[in-house]
T-cell receptor, first 110, second 119 residues
């Protein structure tokens, strides 16, 4: 079945450091890919998405490119802030049903 | 737009009682809503998919008699945890798949979640 694998956390970075959170997927067909963010005590928020190969999703300085050849959708940000501390979930959708990765906790220290 | 609300945000109940959680799409119609359960520091686990006017489809391993789902209108779905026990304590999250306007088929909008604690 379809699945999503994320790098294990927590990821701890200093402010202004470069961020990469790896995400790979296994799916039939051509799924849409998503990154969601969950801030402490809150629900999930869509961060960015890509619906076809080579699409780049971007929002709030975060980017991810849909790489079909490597079945990857890695999340990147050039300069993280303390306010980016949260749990990040990679997800895919083939039929409207979302399949989530296990989540990666990001801690950004001043 | 695309706001989904959940009520209550937190609930504490005694073992053996039933708890109802509401999920509403505030500014769009949701033919399909999803219910997830999230354990501390873990991912979301899909419990069931509910379609307006029909019975919910439960994921493998989820007790349908334990977690009753009703999707009576295009803007409201409810999850009732019956005869709750401490192991049912969790964070329950709903999402709604919108129809019409800018709501694409492949995007879900999430509620803020409900923290259930069973004593």
């Amino acid at each position: 079945g379809d699945s999503v694998t994320q790098m294990e956390g927590p990821v701890t970075l200093s402010e202004e450091a470069f961020l990469t959170i790896n995400c790979t997927y296994t799916a039939t067909g051509y799924p849409s890919l998503f990154w969601y963010v969950q801030y402490p005590g809150e629900g999930l928020q869509l961060l960015l998405k890509a619906t076809k190969a080579d699409d780049k999703g971007s929002n709030k300085g975060f980017e991810a490119t849909y790489r079909k050849e490597t079945t990857s959708f890695h999340l990147e940000k050039g300069s993280v802030q303390v306010s980016d501390s949260a749990v990040y979930f990679c997800a895919l959708s083939n039929t409207g049903k979302l399949i989530f990765g296990q989540g990666t906790t990001l801690q950004v220290k001043p | 737009g695309a706001v989904v609300s959940q009520h209550p945000s937190r609930v504490i109940c005694k073992s053996g009682t039933s708890v109802k959680i509401e999920c509403r799409s505030l500014d769009f119609q949701a033919t399909t809503m999803f219910w997830y359960r999230q354990f501390p520091k873990q991912s979301l686990m899909l419990m069931a998919t509910s379609n307006e006017g029909s019975k919910a489809t439960y994921e493998q391993g989820v007790e349908k008699d334990k977690f009753l789902i009703n999707h009576a209108s295009l803007t409201l779905s409810t999850l009732t945890v019956t005869s709750a026990h401490p192991e049912d304590s969790s964070f329950y999250i709903c999402s709604a798949l919108g129809t019409g306007g800018q709501k694409s088929y492949n995007e879900q909008f999430f509620g803020p979640g409900t923290r259930l604690t069973v004593l």
